[in-house]
């Protein structure tokens, strides 16, 4: 039996600054995981994979990454996105020193 | 300390022209990523989990102090004010924009500076000794061969698409501090019947399937080396499994074929080769031996630093753990600690970097290291001028007395940086030191190499440290699991594993019970950690590691 399709997010880093960046309903790209779109479906999101990966100007490496319905939008599942949206452990550097923290 | 030449200069300034252009062409749209990805990374820019990496060789971990200068300079302009020594003598920067690449080249070019061969297939910077030239137990020193080496490898035609990337290390000591025993090659200098000539050693590495190196040749005249070297490469490229990256090593060439057949195979094809050398590259050794001739040491009293010995406990513990003996009477090599408790193993600030230069230029002779083990060397200060570069070090937080004691922990970046990364590493080896600082134990437990790496490539030698640490993913949340009794030195050895990992929040109280077992068990205060596992074995240890860990699951 074929595995059931779990949320998405599409993830990528952005081109020139290697931030950690999120596909948005709007074909734009946010650096907030929670202003991400979540993908419930899995057709839809090897579509959306296509439209985002057309943006080659603006990011490189694009891909599905798991996630949840959170109450404030999507969360990560696994603890590496959950890194990759926070910033490193050590200093409050990349995200952490760009955005005030959020909930 | 060796200048590059002219036509080094123009080679290295041709190549940064060529990226800069490479880099408009990416941001322009005119090359796609696929096509652009090899060649940054052939400029040693790596894409990471949160930004780019650039890697920069620190060629036999040896700089002078307008390079290190310029260090501080590229952190504080282009990167956040810091810089990461690792375990390959590279410095790497965490955070450059794609845009300012270029422009960091072009300023390490000014300092005879580069990032080429850092990354791909070829062969890596070539490591030494950081005592080089310094070490009391030296038969020569090293780097004017890894200097040799670095020169015909670079841009070498027939190794810029091996099947995998390649690394040499040389020691000119009996006492190995260049872990030459977990490297592709691994060079010694020896002297046999007053001639200096090379033992190699072939096929260590760690990794996915961490082996140690074995003697290929006992002994390799000078005059034969590079033909030797290039014939041992040679058949590498053309035996190495292209096929399957898991095996592409020469690690594993080596354990296919046996070493008997490689050193058939090499031995032939040396008979062929050796008459091409027609002996410019022995003409070109001993100019390069001549740039590093040593400095002239100078005769002083010593006594400012005994008085402080005897008045400044502080002082007293600092130089009794991090100084090493030097070869010339009155001198002695300072290991500069990047590992102040609960700092980053191996980061430095463009500040602490520029201090470091100041020292080296104020008290010792112009020169610095890079140590495998991520700490910054002063190889030759003279005892007088120690008190005074204690007092500096300590006001900028570079004064830990800590060298080859459990807070010296070794830690790859792991998943806080790292892109191929199954766990992070930097807050284990923070929560370690932080532990023991606060247990006020670790000058009791003595020397101790603990060794952290984010996944099974190894970058953190977890496999040859005495307490070995290797960050995984077990379903979906890290896991750690532990090996002991390995060492990276002349004794080379490989850990054994403990049995399952541990949580991320039971590493520290694990690590914690295995050396209070060792405090229990140790015949002394002088048996060493590693020779007291070595006298016992894993069980106390196990025992201790894994009874209170059911202890508490039953609670
Ligand atoms: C963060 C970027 C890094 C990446 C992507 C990376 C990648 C890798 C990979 C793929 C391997 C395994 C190669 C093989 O066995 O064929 C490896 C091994 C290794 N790397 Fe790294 N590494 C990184 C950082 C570092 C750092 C920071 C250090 C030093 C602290 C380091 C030092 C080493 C060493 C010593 C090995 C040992 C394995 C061996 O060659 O036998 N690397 N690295
Ligand atoms: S050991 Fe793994 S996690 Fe650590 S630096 Fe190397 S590749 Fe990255």
Redesign the interface.
Known sequence: MPKAFTPKVITA?A??????VYFTEADDWTRHLAQAELLTDEADAQLRLLTAEAQ??KV??VYLADARAGENGPEP????ED??RR?????A???QEHHAPRP | MYDYTDFDAAFVAERNRQFRAQVER??D?SL??DEFKPLRLMNGLY??????MLRVAIPYGTLNSRQMRQLAYLAERWD?GYGHFTTRQNIQY??P???DVPDMLDALAEVGMHAIQTSGNTIRNVTADHFAGAAADEVADPRPVAELLRQWSTDHPEFQFLPRKFKIAVTGSETDRAVIKAHDIGLQVVERAGQIGYRVLVGGGLGRTPMIGKVLNDFVRQEDLLPYIESVVSVWNLLGRRDNKFKSRIKITVHEHGIEEISRRVDAHFARIRPTFSGIDTALFERIKAAFAPPAFREASTGVFETARRTDPIFRAWSDTNLAPHRAPGYAIVQISLKAHGA?PGDATAEQMRVMADLAERYGHDELRISHEQNVILPHVHKSDLPAIHASLKKHGLATANIGLVSDIIACPG???CALATA?S??VA?GIATRFEELKLEHDVGPLKIKISGCINACGHHHVGHIGILGL?RA???NYQITLGGSGAEDATLGDRTGPGFAYDEIVPAIERIIRAYLAHRESRDETFLEAYRRLGLAPFKAALYEEAQVHAAE
């Open positions: 880093n081109l020139i600054e290697g931030d950690v080659a100007d490189v490496g599942t696994h603890f590496r890194f990759r910033g490193p452990s050590n200093y550097h990349g995200k | 990416r941001i749209g796609t990523e894409l990471q989990l949160h930004a780019y956040k965490n955070w924009r794609l845009r980053t998943m806080d940086y992070r930097i807050p923070q993913d979906g949340v890290e």
